[in-house]
């Protein structure tokens, strides 16, 4: 079979390699059949993400159909189609017990520390697949798993009906994160620096837009929020002015998720955390999120073919790679097809 391979930072080659075979009872083969290109991918690809190793097989947002089921798998038969987690994790140190698996202290991450879904066929255990509702294409699927990212975004920022949410950067992550945001009924403001990216936010919910070059953040978020300030403020941004004017704009009792990454110190007075009781917390992949985002997709109160801009044929990846890389203004989801 066919696999895409990082060898080594800024080297991908597709390979013949050896289809993999069923080796635990409680495992299934899957048959790839769509995968979507991350900014994780992306940075694997040039060597600068701080976790991954190589040889790599890149690829964690993965849709396929079973081919074969291992002896003891019950939930699961040739021909389901699924959604596949891409956590591994141990099930026994105290984070996995507290429901936070993806903090777990031995966290693999496919596409990452493992061989992810860029290659024809995978194995893998059945605790780690989701079925995806007939109605849903294999290309649209691919949106599950940002979707569980949102989802975790919004509950880190504990997201309610009619919360003013303001969102910094309305890349992938930030416009999934306000797709999930309204669904909850939230009123949301997105800023950014490129107006097109502006427009996409507002054709798919946001309430507000704020160009962050050309206009006063701090001055439309009072206006926007009746002076009260952003209750929620997710940064998807993350850098280190964008966590400090978080910190500036949010509400009083408000809540901060950074979801973006910078390892450059910010400077935040800890008055302003402690004067107005603050909330900052992260946001990492997501715990046990996909059955809540299967659920919106089956409803159809979230659909995942608002976001696809690009599908290429998995032997095109490179240049797929490449138009995220040059044209980042036509790109939301780059889809590969397997």
């Known amino acids: 079979m066919k696999a895409t391979y990082v060898t080594e930072p800024g080297k991908l080659e597709i390979k013949e390699i050896a289809e993999p ?38 690829g964690h947002e993965i849709v396929g159909e079973i081919v074969e089921v291992g002896e003891l798998v019950k939930k699961f038969k040739v021909q389901d ?9 141990c099930e026994e140190c105290y984070q996995c017990k507290k429901n936070r698996p993806n903090l777990c202290v031995k966290l693999r991450v496919r ?17 780690n697949i989701f079925k995806i509702p007939d109605s849903v294409s294999y290309e649209e699927a691919v949106m599950i798993e940002p979707f569980t990212v949102a989802a975790q975004v919004n509950s880190r920022g504990q997201v309610e009906k009619d919360d003013y949410v303001f969102i910094m950067g309305s890349g992938p992550a930030g416009l999934c994160a306000l797709k999930v945001a309204k669904n909850k009924g939230a009123i949301c403001i997105v800023s950014d620096l490129v107006d ?7 054709r798919l919910g946001a ?35 964008s966590f400090e004017q978080a910190i500036e704009v949010v509400s009083k009792g408000g ?24 909330d900052i917390c992260g946001s990492r992949l997501h715990a046990n999120k996909f059955p809540e985002v299967i659920d919106w997709f ?21 240049e797929a790679i490449h138009l995220v890389e040059t044209e980042p203004m036509k790109v939301s989801k780059v889809v590969l097809t397997f």
């Not at 600068?48 to 890149?58: H, I, Q």
């Not at 097109?196 to 507002?202: P, S």
């Not at 950074?258 to 107005?276: E, Y």
């Not at 089956?298 to 490179?318: A, R, V």
């Open 81 to 89: 189609r699924v959604v596949i987690d891409p956590i591994i994790n």
């Open 196 to 202: 097109e990216r502006l427009e996409n936010a507002k």
């Open 207 to 241: 309430d507000y837009v704020i160009n962050a070059g050309k206009e006063n953040v701090n001055e439309k978020i009072d206006k926007y929020t009746q002076h009260i300030g952003a209750n929620v403020v997710i940064d998807a941004v993350g850098n280190a002015s």
């Open 21 to 58: 075979q069923i080796t635990n009872a409680y495992a299934v083969k899957i048959k790839v059949k769509a995968g979507g290109i991350c900014g994780s991918d992306i940075h694997i690809y040039h060597g600068t993400s701080p976790v991954a190793t190589y040889p790599r097989v890149l």
């Open 298 to 318: 089956n409803k159809g109160e979230i659909t995942g073919k608002d976001f696809i801009s690009h599908i290429y044929p998995f032997e095109k990846i490179q």
């Open 111 to 127: 596409g990452v520390h493992e061989d992810g879904g860029f290659r024809e066929y995978l194995v893998t255990p059945e605790k």
């Open 255 to 278: 809540r901060i998720v950074v979801l973006g990454f910078t390892d450059r110190p910010s400077k935040i007075p800890q008055l302003l955390i402690t004067k107005d009781e603050l």
